[in-house]
């Protein structure tokens, strides 16, 4: 099956083009045929991998940079209203196209299955795909985040599945109509667009009530804020809902979850039939991302036992727990973990992996926004690691707020104990670092933005 290529995205320009959700799309519009541009800030592997299908990508923003016959303009929430390319395109009169709607269309015809949640999407969305690739399916995926290379977050396949990232920051998950549906999480974060979690609920009913008649929704039973929107479209017609989880009552129920090093063993109770894979990552959370997938596959009729041996073929994704390598004895590790859920969630996987071992961390803060509501959180997650550094926010798309800095999140990892050390200058960290680690510490670089530079700048001093 060869799906079309709509005729509004024949020729489109990407205002950001090497973000992780706009990347993937282009890609896939360039392997169907599209004549694919676009701009970004900096020049990255990403924007090179697009060049290589045969993108154009200009570096900054420009009117200029838009073609008159750009057929369509997609943007994310995170442009802003005076981008000069976005007011070209009010000038010629193109349309304007919101990256889920792009992606959305992109997923018309085909059998999509959507990971939603706060937290997990990438990783469970990144299972599913390997392992649906390794059963010979070929699906179609997009990811918000890179296998094992640049540009490797989406492809474009033969299948008829398409697996997706759906994301809820801005509600633009409510665009998909998946026929199965994953929710691994609800939590209150994304405070910019979110004041509280019965907002948070809302929204995530929205985006059940798009999932197509007879359709599947996978949801996590022991995860409060999943339970609750389960609980809230249980009696909905036309919906199969399936829970997975360590409880009893679940429908897959987690039977035993063996941390083996970085990886786990996991077994499950399906159909009253016991069932065993390895998980080729450490600790709980991804045990649970892997289970999901399970479930979200079986119902679209692969049998169990060949999606769970499949599973067994994922061996991680960038900036999830990702080694980055090791010198003077010293492992380099890089986290996304940006929520203090994550940040705690990442920290007890290593920590059950390293065993006597130091665990030190350098965490960079993501958003003022996350940092104002969510800061004494991180701090008190930070009281995991033996010794941290903390960096100033990474501002992202925000600008910032009065009297929101680092120090709310030093102040409250102090008060729980943690030993922490701020750092204002990010060129002074592999020093920093390599006066504090000695041989059999792990080191993690912990953030969603470019704190993920320091892993090799570490590595280096540690090697000098």
């Known amino acids: 099956m060869k799906p079309g290529l709509p005729t509004a995205m024949e020729r489109p320009h990407f205002i950001g083009i090497g973000g992780a959700g706009m990347s993937g799309i282009a890609k896939i519009l360039a392997q169907r045929g599209a004549k694919v541009a676009g701009s970004d800030s900096r020049d990255s592997e990403t924007a090179g991998a697009l060049r290589a299908h045969g993108a154009t990508v200009h570096l900054g923003h420009a009117a200029d940079h838009l073609a008159a016959d750009s057929t369509c303009v997609v943007v994310s929430s995170a442009i802003r209203a005076d981008n000069p390319e976005l007011a070209r395109a009010a000038e010629l009169g193109i349309p304007v196209v919101h990256r889920s709607d792009a992606l959305a269309a992109l997923m018309d015809g085909l059998r999509p299955i959507a990971v939603a949640g706060t937290h997990g999407k990438t990783t469970t969305t990144s299972m599913l795909a390997v392992s649906l690739s390794a059963l010979g399916l070929d699906p179609s995926y997009a ?49 910019a667009n979110y004041a509280s979690m019965d907002e ?55 039977t035993k979850i063996t941390p083996r090093g970085l990886t786990s063993e996991v077994t499950v109770l399906l159909d009253g039939r016991m069932l065993t894979f390895t998980v080729s990552v450490p600790g709980r959370h991804y045990a649970h991302n892997a289970v999901a997938a399970l479930a979200a596959g079986v119902a679209l009729g692969i049998p169990a036992h060949n999606l769970a041996s499949a599973l067994g073929k994922y061996t991680g994704v960038k900036r999830r727990l990702q080694l980055k390598g090791e010198a003077a004895g010293v492992q380099v590790i890089d986290s996304y973990a940006h929520h203090p859920t994550e940040m705690t969630a990442d920290l007890e996987a290593i920590r059950g992996a390293a065993g006597d071992s130091r665990i030190l961390v350098v965490f960079q803060p993501h958003l003022f926004s996350r940092t104002q509501e969510l800061g004494k959180e991180m701090g008190q997650s930070l009281a995991l690691a033996d010794a941290s550094v903390v960096l100033d926010i990474y501002p992202a798309r925000e600008d910032p707020l009065p009297g929101v800095t680092s120090e709310l999140i030093i102040t409250a990892a102090r008060a729980a104990g943690a030993d922490v050390t701020a750092e204002h200058d990010k060129g002074e960290v592999a020093d920093v670092i390599a006066g504090m680690a000695k041989p059999g510490d792990l080191v993690l670089t912990m953030g969603a933005g470019d704190v993920t530079d320091l892993g090799p700048q570490i590595l280096a001093r540690l090697s000098n």
């Open 143 to 191: 990811i918000g985040g890179d296998l094992d290379a640049p540009g490797s977050n989406a492809h474009h396949g033969e299948g008829d599945i398409f697996v997706a990232e759906a994301d809820e920051s801005d509600r633009s998950f409510h665009k998909y109509t998946p026929q199965v549906a994953i929710i691994l999480n609800a939590e209150l974060d994304h405070h």
């Open 200 to 254: 948070i609920y809302a929204s995530f009913e929205t985006f059940v009530g798009k999932i197509v008649p007879g359709g599947t929704l996978v949801v996590a039973h022991g995860q409060e804020g999943a339970a609750e929107i389960a609980r809230r479209v249980a009696a909905r017609d036309g919906l199969t809902v399936v829970t997975y989880g360590e409880e009893a009552d679940a429908d897959i129920r987690i």
